[in-house]
């Protein structure tokens, strides 16, 4: 290949990358850019608090003053020798044992409270040291229309069908 042959085929090539170039940059640098916020909130506002009464707990729920209606309930979670020896304190009627929940009867309007103690029967414990865990959960109650709420506590979170 003599030289002007070579200097036309390198003139072709720069040519070439020049032409396709830019429209490859423009590619990877294409982009939006958006501003702005939307806040999210949830309505139940919930404030937990556990207490230490001569070793036993009070457990306290209270819906926070800007709280929908909501259910509540409590369980305590120990080792098997400290399971047995809990005792769930509360005024008459307010809460409903079911599969090892405790359920306080009445809706928690907004800033309501609801209360219950649990009690160890320290006597028979050999054990000198052991956590109980205190679990609490709250769902929203939802009206039924008629004055009255419903609660659900095996409600299903999956969405659309499975046909």
Do not use: C, H
Not at 19 to 27: D, F, G, H, Q, W
């Amino acid at each position: 290949m003599n030289r002007r042959n070579k200097l036309i085929l390198l003139l072709m090539i720069v040519l070439t990358f020049m032409i396709s170039v830019p429209k490859t940059l423009a590619y990877f640098s294409t982009y939006v850019q958006a501003k702005g916020t939307v806040p999210v909130a949830l309505k139940e506002v919930v404030k937990f608090k556990e207490d230490d009464i001569s070793g036993n707990k009070r457990v306290t729920i209270t819906a926070d003053t800007d709280s929908d209606p909501i259910f509540v309930r409590v369980r305590a979670y120990a080792s098997s020798e400290i399971m047995d020896l809990l005792e769930y304190k509360y005024s008459d009627g307010e809460w409903t044992e079911t599969d090892g929940w405790y359920e306080y009867n009445k809706v928690l309007l907004a800033g309501e409270s609801a209360v219950i103690d649990i009690e160890i029967n320290k006597v028979d414990i050999e054990l000198k040291q052991f956590n109980v865990v205190v679990v609490y959960e709250y769902i929203p109650a939802i009206s039924d229309g008629n004055g009255g709420y419903i609660k659900d506590w095996a409600a299903d979170w999956e969405t659309g069908g499975n046909d």
